[in-house]
């Protein structure tokens, strides 16, 4: 009597066609899987080569563990395999595997288990991108923010990402029951299968599991010829099954009323899926672009404006030039959209406002989606430009090769009777490699573009080494009037197919290479590949690609990513930390040396700066040094020793500094040693809470708020300007009294001296730069920053047209506009020389000296502001939201500002009418607040401090 195989844990279904090499190591990764009472189900799709003998031979060496069956006809997609596969099995549970894929070693048991604790239909598990070809072994995690925590879920509807990214059907473990019972089948004879296939499980599912677990490696070959069927984006029935298959998904989730799903999904259509297709289109002819728009323009045009909505203008304007088939328009668009910070088109100002083209604007819809004056391209100057180049041909004659371009000149930056030059480079992909130039003559204007030709001897001149600079890349320098902007090569309408390769003399031997292969980048821009053509150059490649990888060059690469592993760690926050606290603060401290530090390196500004200048103009015998942040300092004086923030530089100076000083707050993690003396300036009374005040600290757990207030305690002085910043400020940030420097913020002694009467000369040159005209008076607008119900910054609005202001008032005001420096801020050219953009000013004190009146909401610089007793306006156009959120005001904004009060633009506009009366009405109030909130600002707390802290009488502490 023959007995019953016990029933297996797990049927993983390997489905196979024309994979003959790979497949025995798929169907490895599950027999060594550690859970082990697990079969496998290799289904093979009729292949034509020897995929079903090597299966079958697998399935006699493991009897009972493997089985192998054949689809007597190939059924041209993934679907019909693993349904054969899943008819067959016999397992609790199903997974499915690909024949050029592997599993985990514990992925079937970290599924089962999860599977069996909670009683879910299907548990998901993170799936790693696997680039076999990359030199690096990169791995890519598959929407790794899904897969942080164990979490079940009773509806897929509670997490919408779920349902609209991962829609993989093979990192999955399905209840084999839940398949049988829900008919669940994969679609056969159209591709995209898994995405209806994900769809339906998880409508379907009951309870659905995911585990922070790595269980599926998805290997992915970039540099083949032969491209998966999720690659193959140029076959026009690609596309229409994608569509096909996300219209049967509507038709589920309409039938369910689930249309915060179907929102979701379409907003991932239009940001993802048919973004891929838009990459190709600039390679693809005429005949496939209108078919696609054929496809395309039924499918999206039925998508709600809510989805539209999520969508940034650059992407917009791609979707709606499609729609219209205006290719001219689009191509271009779909540059930009592919590097985004590049230019691709030449723009029209049409009554102020900036568009992408001048097509289309009699359409008011699309007028809307045309302007791009909030993209800020028309307050470039040219060298902060990336222009597109667009190739317009290319030709190889021996071993000299043919380049012409234009260069697009968007609202004719370039001006007709610049003086041009130009400049080919080519420079090797790895850096710190050579690079080659060459000449390009007489670039000249044609039309709004700047054409350009070049014939260069590439073949002669172009040295590689031949072994580690295999891909070069081109660009083009072009220089007006003695300003430089840098643009690589666009291919679109020019095919580099069928043009003849370039002969290439390697400096290392011709054995490496001997020709120069033209090919796009994925950025679509024109890049060269060596290649080999003769029978010496092929045999030495062979051989270098043999012996890299021997046993010594595998143990040389290994040792290699080691070293660069081992720099990346030595460079790392960690690593940074470990060496501050155990060798750098183990260093002398260097006396008079002072480390200072403006908005978290951002700025030269503030009290620091009035502290710094004190010193200099005293001639202190101190080092100082300032930190900045970003790749490159920007306002700094010319003289002033700079180290970068978070370099070692910067941790060196704050450890062996014997000064501290700053406004905002040295890394939090960084201890300051004793013999440091640390004076916080702070940068401005506080309207709102902060601190220990506010109710998401005081939500942080115990050992986050020791550590918060460990950096706290770090400070030694806290300067504060009235009693409102010790009723507030110290209180919460827990200030004891004896650490308390009632001298008046530094950075004020300025306004309190022009209140006085006394000029500062800056002013002048400041209003001079800016190019103010002297008969008009000057406003400055200063808001706060936004933040949205995530804690995230918001974009910076206007709260009032600012092009009905400058209409308005241009002809008596000169608005300033400085953006918080947190926000970016655009203006409209339709608003030039009367209204300005001054955010980038590295201080606002010599904007406020300059300024007639403020208009601000509840920025602090309200406090600074009024020691000038110059009017002030708020425009507290969202009160209620600013001072009713979770973190609430010290005091009632509305009941004790100095100036009025505007909550909507007219009354705005009313009150900016006639300062004159501003000054005169709220005299009384201007100087109650000054004396409330200011008290100790007298022009002389730089003074004071510095007596204290670093003259011979004052001593060091």
């Not at 760690?569 to 040396?593: A, D, F, I, W």
Request: aromatic fraction near 10%.
């Amino acid at each position: 009597m023959s007995s019953v195989p016990p029933e297996p844990d797990v049927s993983v279904v390997v489905i196979v066609y024309n994979d003959e090499d790979r497949l025995p190591t798929a169907v490895g990764s599950v027999l060594g899987q550690s859970l082990r009472n697990v079969e496998v189900i290799i289904a093979d799709d009729c292949s034509t080569d020897r995929s079903y003998e090597v299966a079958q031979t697998l399935a006699a060496q493991h009897p009972g563990k493997v089985r192998a069956i054949r689809l007597p006809e190939n059924s041209g997609g993934c679907g019909e395999p693993r349904n054969q596969g899943v008819k067959v099995a016999r397992g609790r549970y199903v997974m499915f595997l690909d024949s050029d894929d592997t599993l985990e070693a514990n992925a079937c048991r970290n599924m089962v288990e999860a599977a069996d604790r909670t009683g879910a239909d299907l548990v998901s598990g993170l799936c790693v991108r696997v680039h076999t070809d990359s030199r690096h072994g990169k791995r890519v995690p598959w929407y790794p923010w899904l897969y942080r925590s164990t979490r079940t879920l009773d509806s897929v509807a509670e997490l919408p990402d779920l349902f609209v990214f991962d829609t993989l059907s093979t990192n999955k473990c399905y209840r084999r029951s839940f398949l049988l019972d829900n008919e669940l089948t994969f679609p056969r004879g159209i591709h995209y299968e898994d995405l209806l296939f994900s769809a339906q499980a998880y409508l379907a599912a009951e309870r659905i599991t995911l585990i922070p677990h790595t269980v599926y490696f998805w290997n992915v070959v970039q540099k083949t010829a032969n491209k998966s069927i999720s690659n193959r984006r140029g076959e026009i029935r690609n596309f229409a099954d994608r569509v096909e298959i996300h219209r049967r998904i509507d038709a589920l989730l309409k039938e369910r009323g689930e249309d915060e799903l179907k929102l979701r999904k379409d907003i991932k259509f239009l940001k993802h899926d048919l973004v891929l297709y838009l990459r190709e289109l600039p390679f693809l002819d005429d005949d496939y672009r209108h078919r696609f728009a054929g496809l395309a323009r039924p499918y999206v045009q039925t998508f709600s404006d809510a989805a539209y909505a999520e969508l940034d203008r650059v992407h917009a304007i791609c979707a709606q030039l499609l729609l219209r088939e205006d290719w001219d328009g689009l191509m271009p668009a779909v540059d930009t959209l592919i590097n985004r910070n590049k230019i691709s088109a030449p723009l029209a100002e049409r009554d102020g406002r900036i568009y992408w083209t001048d097509r289309h604007l009699d359409d008011p819809e699309m007028r809307a989606v045309l302007d791009v004056t909030s993209l800020g391209y028309h307050a470039k100057q040219l060298h902060q430009m990336f222009l597109r180049n667009r190739l317009t041909a290319y030709t190889v004659r021996g071993a000299d090769v043919v380049l012409a371009g234009e260069v697009v000149n968007p609202l004719g930056v370039i001006a007709p009777d610049a003086k041009l030059t130009a400049e080919l480079e080519f420079r090797a992909r790895r850096r710190s490699l050579q690079t080659f130039r060459f000449p390009v003559p007489a670039p000249r204007h044609r039309g709004d573009h700047i054409a350009w030709r070049a014939e260069v001897p590439l073949g002669r001149r172009l040295r590689p080494l031949g072994i580690v600079d295999d891909v070069w890349d081109v660009r083009l320098h072009l220089t007006a009037d003695g300003k430089r902007t840098t643009s690589r090569l666009t291919v679109g309408d020019v095919t580099l197919e069928g043009v003849a390769d370039v002969p290439v003399r390697p400096r290392l031997t011709r054995l490496m290479a001997d020709r120069l292969h033209a090919e796009v980048s994925a950025k679509g821009h024109l890049a060269f590949r060596l290649a080999q053509h003769g029978q010496l150059a092929r045999a030495g490649r062979a051989a270098v690609e043999r012996n890299l990888h021997s046993r010594p060059a595998r143990a040389a690469k290994s040792a290699y990513r080691s070293l660069r592993s081992l720099r990346r760690e030595l460079n790392s926050g960690t690593r940074k930390l470990q060496v501050y606290e155990h060798l750098l603060t183990r260093l002398p401290v260097r006396k008079g040396t002072v480390v200072f530090e403006s908005h978290l390196g951002k700025q030269y500004s503030d009290s620091p700066r009035a502290i710094y200048e004190e010193l200099r103009r005293r001639g202190t015998p101190v080092t100082a040094i300032w930190s900045y942040a970003g790749d490159r300092p920007e306002g700094f004086p010319e003289d002033v020793q700079l180290v970068r923030r978070w370099s070692w530089s910067y941790l060196r100076a704050l450890a062996q500094a014997e000064f501290w000083i700053d406004n905002q707050g040295f890394p939090l993690r960084l201890s300051k040693r004793p013999e440091t003396t640390y004076i916080q300036t702070w940068h401005g009374s506080a309207l709102k809470r902060m601190g220990f005040d506010e109710p998401g600290t005081r939500m942080l757990s115990e050992a986050e708020q020791r550590t918060y207030q460990r950096a706290l305690d770090r400070f030694d002085h806290f300067v504060v300007r009235s009693e409102h910043d010790v009723r507030t400020l110290a209180r919460a940030y827990r200030i004891p009294e004896d650490k308390l420097l009632r001298t008046g913020y530094p950075r004020n002694d300025a306004l309190v001296r022009a209140a006085q009467g006394t000029d500062d000369p800056e002013v002048r040159r400041l209003a001079e730069r800016l190019g103010l005209e002297p008969g008009r008076q000057v406003l400055l607008y200063a808001p706060t920053f936004r933040t949205g119900r995530d804690g995230r910054v918001s974009d910076f609005v206007f709260p009032f047209d600012i092009e009905e202001f400058a209409e308005r008032f241009g002809d008596r005001y000169t608005l300033l506009v400085r953006a918080h420096y947190l926000n970016r801020l655009t203006l409209p050219p339709s608003v030039a020389g009367r209204v300005l953009d001054v955010s980038r000013e590295p201080d606002i004190t010599p904007l406020m000296l300059l300024a007639d009146a403020l208009i601000t909401d509840y920025s602090s610089v309200m406090f600074d502001y009024a020691l000038l007793h110059r009017p002030i306006v708020f425009f507290a156009h969202d009160w209620e939201d600013y001072a009713q959120d979770s973190r609430g005001t010290y005091f009632d904004l509305l009941a004790e500002a100095p100036g009025p009060v505007p909550r909507t633009p007219e009354e705005f506009y009313a009150a900016v009418e006639d300062l004159g009366a501003l000054r005169t009405t709220y005299e009384a109030r201007l100087k109650e607040f000054v004396d409330k909130y200011g008290e100790y600002d007298r022009g002389d707390a730089a003074a004071r401090i510095v007596d204290r802290f670093f003259s011979a009488a004052g001593g060091a502490r």
